[in-house]
């Protein structure tokens, strides 16, 4: 598996959302990524990259693109 | 008091501030009841010794790790280490701290800022770090050492207090929050523990001191330990955002 596939799955799995709306999507732009929903994502995307991602960045993760760029301090490549 | 039982049989727990005092009681505690522990201190090689006694003796694994916990990265590494290692972690006891004592007017910004990066910031990252693993497991018991000044006041000590009283408050904040997730947040609130960081405060306030605890005598780390040890157990799993006075009827 990919590590965008890793990375989209995360979304997919924890927010239940489909693929080709992944894209837009940000925080709180659909009821099912509240502040639960979000530390369910962080959760998801951690297992799946086998890292810990620190509080600012955690905060900081506002959307599927955010979210990219954020990754790739963790040196995960896309 | 010594109990015939492994309490915490193959249970992975984290313990800051390993190397003396109620960090140490605790320490060896566990480890006789069967615990996995990360032992953690600052000073590098300072548990080594004690990692392999202990294991030996207990017939458990000891595994020393050395940060400052006022390191956020480092508590993050030490935190995604255990994840890596043992994908679990059940207990953690946020015990390391720093005493100054000061009297009103004399509180530096240095020592405010050293006691609450120790005191409060350090156990509040750790538990945010840990309860993602315990999350994730659906389940945990998370110590906070707070201390009798934290509940009561003393004076001459409006920094360390006001610390301790951090450690309750976080701590009963922790407990409703994490309650859904199975993960039980109390304190430990001892009152005069025989430590080293207790006797520096020199004999004669220590006697001055005794004379003011019903049961006329300090208590041990040991005893400390033993309500840690009840808390990290599956003896306590509906008690949660609690403080526990570890402290003889002790009045301050």
């Known amino acids: ?78 | 008091m010594k109990l015939n039982s492994r309490l915490l049989q193959d249970k992975v727990v984290l313990i800051t501030g390993s190397n003396r005092g109620i960090g140490k009681a605790i320490f060896e505690k566990f480890a006789s009841n069967g615990a996995i522990i990360f032992a953690a201190a600052r000073q590098v090689g300072i548990l080594d010794d004690e990692a392999l006694l202990f294991s030996r003796k207990y017939s458990t694994t000891i595994i020393p790790v050395y940060f400052d916990v006022t390191d956020t990265n480092a508590i993050k590494n030490t935190i995604l280490r255990i994840k890596k290692e043992y994908n679990r972690l059940d207990c953690l006891i946020n015990n390391a701290g720093v005493m100054e004592d000061a009297l009103i007017g004399m509180a530096t910004e240095a020592v405010l800022h050293k006691t609450f990066a120790v005191n409060v910031f350090a156990p509040i990252n750790l538990i945010q770090y840990a309860s993602k693993i315990m999350k994730r497991q659906n389940g945990g018991s998370i110590i906070n050492i707070s201390s009798i000044v934290g509940t009561n006041g003393n004076s001459g000590q409006i920094i360390y207090s006001a610390s301790k009283g951090a450690v309750i408050s976080l701590t009963k904040t922790a407990a409703k929050e994490l309650a859904p997730n199975n993960i039980r947040v109390n304190a430990i609130a001892p009152g005069m523990i025989d430590t080293a960081m207790f006797r520096s405060i020199g004999e004669p306030r220590i006697s001055e001191r005794i004379s003011k605890i019903g049961m006329g005598r300090l208590g041990s780390p040991e005893e400390v330990a033993d309500a840690a040890l009840f808390l990290a157990s599956d003896l306590s799993l509906y008690i949660t955002g609690q403080i526990i006075g570890v402290d003889g009827a002790a009045i301050i």
Request: net charge negative; no cysteine; proline share 0%.
């Open chain 1, 1 to 78: 598996m990919t590590n965008i596939e890793k990375y989209n799955n995360g979304f997919i799995e924890a927010l239940n959302v489909e693929e080709k709306n992944l894209n837009d999507l940000t925080y709180q732009s659909i009821a099912e990524w509240d502040s639960v929903g979000h530390m369910n994502l962080i959760a998801t995307i951690e297992d799946a990259f086998e890292i810990m991602l620190e509080t600012d960045d955690i905060v900081d993760f506002s959307s599927y693109i955010k979210g990219l760029e954020i990754l790739e301090k963790y040196e995960i490549e896309f």
